[in-house]
């Protein structure tokens, strides 16, 4: 799958916390019930939405480049598997690998990579244009 080989070019970070010491073995998970429907949590999706169901509804994420690998990558493993063409991710970076496993989905803004009130504000910019955008 696209998102081994995405997770496989980075190296975990220092100070990441190991998803497996985190939440247990996918094992573990299933038996708790925790996650199960989702992703790497199990083998299916038990209930994709209907197109209908997502008529107008878009989704924005903000992130930096230093989440793309870890964060950004668990959002694709679950919930952006319901609503592909509905889910959208606003970075500060370009990020090729990441745009050809979102189907373009990445949109690149001129923001800080800051955690800064200029940058949150600008990030909301282009969440707002990004709405007013898909407005039918």
């Known amino acids: 799958m696209i998102i081994d ?4 070019s980075f190296q975990q970070a220092p100070g990441d ?3 497996q010491q985190q939440y247990g073995t996918v ?5 708790s019930g925790a996650g199960v429907g989702f992703g790497h949590y199990s083998n299916h999706i ?5 197109t209908s169901d997502l008529d107008g509804l878009v ?3 903000k992130t930096t480049l230093k989440f793309h690998e870890s964060r950004i990558c668990d959002i694709i493993d679950t ?5 592909p063409n509905n889910i959208y991710f606003i970075t500060d970076t370009p990020d090729a690998k990441l745009n050809e496993i979102t189907g373009g989905k990445l949109i690149v803004s001129d923001c800080s990579d800051g955690h800064t009130r200029e940058g949150l504000c ?3 910019n282009a969440e707002l ?3 007013l955008s898909q407005k039918t």
């Open 17 to 19: 916390i190991n998803k």
């Open 122 to 124: 600008c990030k909301m």
């Open 79 to 83: 919930w952006f598997q319901l609503a």
């Open 59 to 61: 989704i924005a994420v």
């Open 46 to 50: 038990e209930s994709v939405p209907t």
């Open 5 to 8: 080989t995405f997770r496989q």
């Open 129 to 131: 244009e990004l709405f």
């Open 27 to 31: 094992e573990d998970l299933k038996k």
